[in-house]
C-alpha cells in the first residue's frame, strides 16, 4: 500500500520503494488528511491538527497551502493526491491507503469464517494483521484528534486477531498458537478473550497446570492493577 498509516506515516511508490523521508510536520499532515480520507476538511481544521496550540505560524491558512503544495508531488508519485473543494482539502488515496485494505480484509475474512471456509478466513485476517507495522497513526498518537480513529483501529484488529485465533483453534493448531496469543495479550493486556484463548490452547496441548496458572495470573493483575475482583 503506498500511504501507510498503521504505523508509522509512510509513502511509498507502486514498488512499495519510501518515495521521501518525511519532516514531523508533513507527517503530521498526511495523518491529518488520511484521518479522514476522502471527506472534505476544512482548512482551519487542518491547522489545528498540523500545529499545537500556541505554535501557529502567523497566517495559519496560508502556511498550511504552501506546506500541501510541497506534498502533492510526494502523494503524486503514489498515485494519491489532494483535491481542493473551496476552503476544504480532500485526500483520494485511489483505494491505496493501508487503513481501507485492512478493514476490506477483516470484512472478507469474517465473512469467509461465517462461510465455514475456515482456511480463507485464516489467511485474509492473516494478510490483515500483517499490514500493521506498529501502532495505528504512530506519529499522531499522542494527539486527541486522532484517538478516536485509533481506537477504532485497534478494536478492529483485537477482534479479528481473536477470531483469527479461534478458527485456528477449531483447526488443532493449539500448540503453534501459544505464543502468538501471548504475543497479542502484550499488546492488549485486558482482552479476556485472549486470556481465554491462551488457555484453552496450552489445556489443548497437554499444558493444563500452565492454563491454570495463565488464568490465575490474570485475576492477580486485575485485582492488583485496575482493583478488580
Known amino acids: 500500500m503506498p500511504i ?8 511509498s511508490d507502486r514498488n512499495g520503494d519510501e518515495i521521501a523521508a518525511l519532516s514531523e510536520r508533513q507527517r503530521r499532515l498526511v495523518a491529518a488528511l488520511a484521518v479522514d480520507a476522502g471527506t472534505p476538511v476544512p482548512a482551519e481544521r487542518l491547522v489545528d491538527r498540523v500545529w499545537d496550540e500556541g505554535e501557529t505560524p ?10 500541501i503544495s ?4 510526494h502523494l ?16 483520494d488515496t485511489n483505494g491505496d491507503l493501508d487503513v481501507s ?12 469464517l461465517a462461510d465455514g471456509d475456515h482456511e480463507l478466513g485464516v489467511a485474509r485476517l492473516g ?27 485497534e478494536e478492529i484488529r483485537g477482534s479479528a486477531l481473536e477470531h483469527r485465533f479461534d478458527a485456528l483453534l477449531q483447526q ?15 499488546g492488549a493486556p485486558w482482552r479476556d478473550r485472549l486470556r481465554a484463548q491462551l488457555a484453552l490452547a496450552l489445556y489443548r496441548s497437554g499444558r493444563q497446570a500452565e492454563a491454570l496458572r495463565s488464568l490465575a495470573q490474570y485475576r492477580r493483575e486485575m485485582v492488583e492493577e485496575l482493583g478488580l475482583e
Open 70 to 73: 510541497r506534498l502533492r508531488p
Open 101 to 112: 485494505r485492512f478493514e476490506t480484509l477483516v470484512a472478507e475474512g469474517r465473512a469467509a
Open 58 to 67: 502567523t497566517g495559519g491558512v496560508r502556511a498550511l497551502h504552501t506546506r
Open 127 to 153: 494478510e490483515a494483521i500483517a499490514l500493521w507495522r506498529g501502532d495505528a497513526y504512530a506519529d499522531v498518537a499522542g494527539l486527541d484528534w486522532a484517538q478516536p480513529e485509533i481506537a477504532r483501529l
Open 76 to 91: 503524486s508519485a503514489a498515485g494519491a493526491e489532494i483535491v481542493t473543494h473551496g476552503q476544504s482539502y480532500v485526500l
Open 172 to 186: 488443532g493448531r493449539h500448540t503453534q498458537l501459544v505464543p502468538n496469543v501471548q504475543e497479542a495479550i502484550d
Open 4 to 11: 501507510k498509516m498503521l504505523g508509522p506515516v509512510e509513502i
